[in-house]
């Protein structure tokens, strides 16, 4: 059964800095892993989606990877800017499975 | 616009009471599901729907039900059996035709009971 954990649970960094948020999962068969952002009293905003077949995606200053050997994906946040405080959660699944939510780090950055 | 929705936003009852929260989707979009998300817990799924008038349980279905009678309707019902209801309830969609699974989700009901 795919596990997904995401450390830290808080994270606070100065604007302007580069920031790497990590997910890791136990079923290294995952079909797919997305990134989502969620803002206080808010739904899930979806940010990226890694298919299996896939290394990498990118959105603006917005950059996941996927090792499905090392049971890893990564956020990376170029030029963090205030408006990126949020909870960001990752989630994947397995192939017919459910997706399976990591708790999320909640990213505060300072002005 | 293309999205889903929730209403209402926020929803108050009586310990006792049914409640049911709506989830209403024009993205025609196949799946359809129902988390719940509590302080420190992150989310958990309570139903799943691939198809209309089929819906599976998740890992804490005790408590609630479902129904999807239409493709673009999945309402939730609360019932009084739910021993801890006083949640942020969330609904989301996804297209398995592509087979990507990539979900989309509402803005969520905040249900207390009392």
Known sequence: KQEVTQIPAALSVPEGENLVLNC????????????????PGKGLTSLLL???SQR???SGRLNASLDKSSGRSTLYIAASQPGDSATYLCAGSSWGDKIIF?????????? | DGGITQ?????????????????????NHDAMYWYRQDPGQGLRLIYYS????DFQKGDIAEGY???????ESFPLTVTSAQKNPTAFYLCASSLT???TYEQYFGPGTRLTVT
């Not at chain 1, 890791?24 to 803002?39: K, M």
């Not at chain 2, 691939?50 to 008038?53: A, C, L, P, S």
């Not at chain 2, 039900?65 to 493709?71: L, P």
């Open chain 1, 56 to 58: 990498e995606q990118t």
């Open chain 2, 97 to 99: 035709r592509t087979g």
């Open chain 2, 50 to 53: 691939q198809i209309v008038n």
């Open chain 1, 102 to 111: 990591g708790k999320g780090t909640r990213l505060h950055i300072l002005p």
């Open chain 1, 24 to 39: 890791s999962f136990t079923d290294s068969a995952i079909y797919n892993l997305q990134w989502f952002r969620q803002d």
């Open chain 2, 65 to 71: 039900s479902v129904s999807r009678e239409k493709k």
């Open chain 1, 50 to 52: 890694i298919q299996s």
């Open chain 2, 7 to 27: 209403s209402p936003k926020y929803l108050f009852r009586k310990e006792g009471q049914n409640v049911t929260l709506s989830c209403e989707q024009n993205l």
